[in-house]
DNA sequence: ATATATCCGACTGTTTTAGTAGGATATAAT
DNA sequence: ATTATATCCTACTAAAACAGTCGGATATAT
């Protein structure tokens, strides 16, 4: 039960764009250095985010991301959501798949719950929370 | 981020046997024609469950898995280690591994804490709560 | 024109996963 | 004792997922 990659950097990503100068925004070329992610991997990466609508540029040679809205209206949840399609822990939740099997499968509402639990976490914590390293487990 | 086929059989494998008769509990046989799962692979994740201390049985002939103490005593979290080794949704959580990128990555005070409502959630659910089917996402 | 930077799809080696196979071992029944 | 039953336990394999690379198209500033 672990994230992908993708995930884990997108997250990294999107800190460094936030934490970049509104205005001139911040080049992959720089995230990549930053962050010791390389420059080709993180073209994928940064594409996800900019389709997910959480960050933008402009094209060419003066570019730069910047991200849409502020950070605290941005949560984890919906960065989250650039580079998977849906929260579920196992394919029984997943939109589209039906369970066949609540007669015999007494786990169902367990895995439910769990994955109820981690998309209130995911939609609790904010981009903002991330750039300034808010503990967040204390709860 | 999804849970591994043996977690998720090895789940409904202990409901399986929680609720057999507690004193001629269960063979695999039976588990595996109730649950609709191949007796070879339930054989290994039996085994793992036994390994675990969780289920007991005598071998042979006259064989038949019970749990070995209360439902109620029994945890999700013990469940999942029989399977798992620890849980850590990425690898920096990992108990042998050492995260070196305190300075550049933001995001690890994050991933700590979801790890933490997820080991939560696995401590507060007991086996006695999957076989009533007990509903736990409500909180 | 040219250099820079993003866009975007295809591809590949590696790792993980799901599940099978086969035989060893222990016990109950005959 | 022998046989049938059932678990124990290791090894293996096909398929899927993953991480990361590569190449070239497109857009823009200078």
Same mark, same amino acid.
Not at 12 to 27: F, P
């Given at each position: 039960? =672990?994230?992908? &990659?993708?995930?884990?950097?997108?997250?990294?990503?999107?800190?460094? /764009?936030? =934490?970049? @100068?509104?205005?001139?925004?911040?080049?992959?070329? @720089?995230?990549?250095? $930053?962050?010791?992610?390389?420059?080709?991997?993180? @073209?994928?990466?940064?594409?996800? !985010?900019?389709?997910?609508?959480?960050?933008? #540029? %402009?094209?060419?040679?003066?570019?730069?991301?910047?991200? &849409?809205? $502020?950070?605290?209206?941005?949560?984890?949840?919906?960065?989250? !959501?650039?580079?998977?399609?849906? /929260?579920? %822990? /196992?394919? *029984?939740?997943?939109?589209? %798949?039906? *369970?066949?099997?609540?007669?015999?499968?007494?786990?169902?509402?367990?895995?439910?719950?769990? #994955?109820?639990? /981690?998309? #209130?976490?995911? #939609?609790?914590?904010?981009?903002? @929370?991330?750039?300034?390293?808010? $503990? !967040?487990?204390?709860?």
């Amino acid at each position: 039960m =672990k994230f992908r &990659t993708k995930t884990r950097y997108g997250m990294r990503a999107i800190v460094e /764009i936030a =934490k970049a @100068d509104r205005k001139k925004g911040i080049l992959q070329k @720089d995230i990549s250095k $930053n962050q010791g992610i390389s420059i080709k991997y993180l @073209d994928q990466i940064v594409h996800a !985010l900019k389709e997910a609508g959480l960050i933008e #540029n %402009v094209k060419g040679k003066k570019s730069g991301y910047r991200i &849409t809205r $502020n950070a605290s209206d941005i949560t984890v949840h919906q960065i989250h !959501l650039a580079f998977e399609p849906e /929260i579920a %822990v /196992i394919d *029984c939740l997943s939109k589209d %798949v039906e *369970c066949r099997l609540e007669d015999v499968c007494h786990t169902i509402s367990f895995w439910t719950g769990l #994955n109820q639990v /981690i998309i #209130n976490y995911f #939609n609790e914590v904010t981009l903002q @929370d991330l750039m300034e390293g808010r $503990n !967040l487990h204390s709860q």
